[in-house]
């Protein structure tokens, strides 16, 4: 088993942090995509999208959507769950994971593909499409915000999969020049102490 990742990614970012929060030991091999490295033939192979991350299983088979990595390695190793203990706590978890993913996670990228020079002579560039994904960012948030409360964790009492994708999507959002608006104090309490974790810091 071997893990393909460019760890200033924030989806392979999420993953990297759940085995750490997990005590997995998975070997890993950097792919920089800002040299195209997930571009070429070989690559290619394990994940025609040429995303990251990818997991290459023994059989040389690969399994290339984070969520999809985490939840079979969760499948691998139940214990400690990452995901809940009863039907209740796993769809809950499940439900800030998505909210963070797609609601936070997808809006910044949106909103930095569609304002980054960096993006500029890469793709069409869209004013309305960022403001747009600035709209559902902050509803995101919102929701996050009131879903959290006073709670230690993202969907809880303990660290979930959820957890590790709000940090990447949260941490993207500070690379991105998206920063956490500080009337979501709920969120600003939660990120500052999750982010201190060693998970998050090496």
Same mark, same amino acid.
């Given at each position: ?29 950097? =792919?920089?995509?800002?040299?195209? $490295? ?8 394990? @994940?025609? !999208? %040429?995303? +990251? ?69 890469? =793709?069409?560039?869209?004013?309305? $499409? ?8 902050? @509803?995101? !948030? %919102?929701? +996050? ?58």
């Amino acid at each position: 088993m071997k893990l393909y990742v460019f760890s200033l990614a924030p989806n392979p970012k999420k993953l990297l942090v759940y085995l750490k929060e997990k005590g997995l030991d998975v070997p890993c091999q950097e =792919v920089d995509i800002t040299q195209g $490295a997930n571009r070429t033939e070989e690559f290619l192979r394990k @994940n025609p !999208l %040429g995303g +990251l991350p990818v997991l290459e299983l023994d059989d040389g088979s690969c399994l290339t959507e984070s969520l999809a990595i985490i939840e079979y390695l969760e499948e691998l190793h139940p214990t400690p769950s990452m995901i809940g203990g009863s039907p209740m706590e796993r769809a809950r978890t499940r439900e800030v994971e998505r909210i963070a993913d797609i609601g936070v996670l997808t809006s910044v990228g949106t909103i930095f593909q569609n304002t980054s020079p960096f993006f500029a002579g890469r =793709v069409k560039q869209s004013a309305e $499409a960022a403001a747009n994904a600035r709209t559902r960012l902050a @509803n995101a !948030l %919102g929701a +996050l915000e009131k879903s959290i409360g006073s709670k230690p964790f993202a969907a809880g009492d303990r660290p979930t999969i959820a957890d590790c994708t709000l940090v990447a999507a949260l941490q993207f959002g500070e690379f991105a020049g998206v920063d956490l608006d500080p009337t979501f104090q709920n969120l600003h309490r939660w990120y500052g102490a999750f982010k201190q974790r060693p998970s998050v810091q090496g």
